[in-house]
């Protein structure tokens, strides 16, 4: 995944050195969220690149963390109250209407598991997980036009590998800003569907043989809960700082696991973005 990220950030930087166009006077973001960041100034094509370091669970369920640096950064284009973003592996629309309606379509990948991801050895005999593309519809409401505080949803479907899973969420964004500076936080819970739950949580009858684990089938429905706080700071005109947190923990079916070491997972990250 590291590779693939990488070969993403040089592409994204290639074509930011190929973009010679000005940005006009810069114009109020598609939404003032600091989890939603447009890079346009506006209009017409926004780059921001950098790099991130996140400290967080080996896998789902794991009880071992470690540090990973990620490159940071997307190139969009934006006309009107339309958004287009590449994102590391992640192409999105996302749109604003009436003020109070969000909604986002997007195509991306979910990581892969293998055994090397536990130093520990948790996932000796159990089989691999692949990459696999998903299609994702998110839409969230907001109670005023200034996005304060919004409700939604977000559904991401693949194949019969990944299967479905589904988020509700309610969130929180402090001040008054509009430029998409500040601190945005939000509570959710997630679902997923037999296919979704047992791709990170269950054993099978011949992973069960061959690791000594429980064979384990989970069915669908209530997968956990959490919490996520998200703040972008501008250092400058062209500098970003983003910090985030998040808490999640699991419901009892996917506690009983044996994959799952721990009853909760926690990530914090930093990264600092050049704007162009």
């Known amino acids: 995944m590291m590779g693939r990220k990488l070969v993403s950030t ?10 010679t166009s000005a940005h006009a006077e810069q114009e109020a973001p ?7 960041p447009d890079f346009t100034r506006g209009s ?3 780059i921001a690149l950098g ?9 789902a369920g794991s009880d071992e963390y470690e540090f990973e640096l990620d490159p940071a950064g997307a190139i969009q284009w934006r006309r009107g109250n339309h958004l287009f973003s590449w994102e590391g592996l992640e192409l999105s629309w996302t749109t604003r209407q009436k003020d109070q309606w969000y909604i986002q379509v997007d195509l991306g990948l979910d990581g892969e598991r293998e055994e090397g991801d536990s130093d520990d050895g948790r996932l000796d005999g159990l089989d691999e997980r692949d990459d696999e593309f998903t299609g994702t519809g998110e839409i969230r409401y907001a109670f005023d036009g200034e996005w304060r505080n919004y409700v939604g949803t977000r559904i991401s479907a693949g194949d019969s590998d990944f299967g479905t ?25 997630t679902f997923g569907d037999s296919n979704n739950l047992n791709r990170d949580f ?12 429980a064979e384990t089938d ?14 972008r700071r501008f250092v400058s005109e062209h500098i970003q700082i983003v910090s985030g947190l998040e808490f999640e923990y699991y419901s009892s079916d996917v506690r009983d696991s044996p994959i799952a070491r721990e009853d909760f997972s926690a990530e914090v990250e930093l990264a600092m973005l050049y704007q162009f």
Do not use: C, N
């Not at 790099?51 to 896998?59: D, H, K, M, N, S």
């Not at 929180?172 to 601190?183: A, I, K, P, S, W």
């Not at 269950?202 to 684990?213: F, I």
């Open 10 to 19: 040089l592409v994204m930087a290639m074509i930011a050195i190929g973009f």
């Open 30 to 36: 598609l939404f003032p969220l600091p989890f939603t």
């Open 44 to 46: 017409g094509w926004g």
């Open 51 to 59: 790099l991130g370091v996140e400290y967080e669970t080996a896998y």
């Open 165 to 189: 899973k589904g988020f509700l969420f309610a969130g929180h964004r402090f001040g008054d800003r509009q430029d998409g500076g500040g601190t945005e936080t939000f509570l959710y819970a």
């Open 202 to 213: 269950g054993v099978s009858p011949s992973e069960a043989a061959t690791s000594g684990l």
């Open 218 to 231: 989970l069915d669908g429905g209530y997968r956990s809960s959490g919490l996520r706080v998200v703040d």
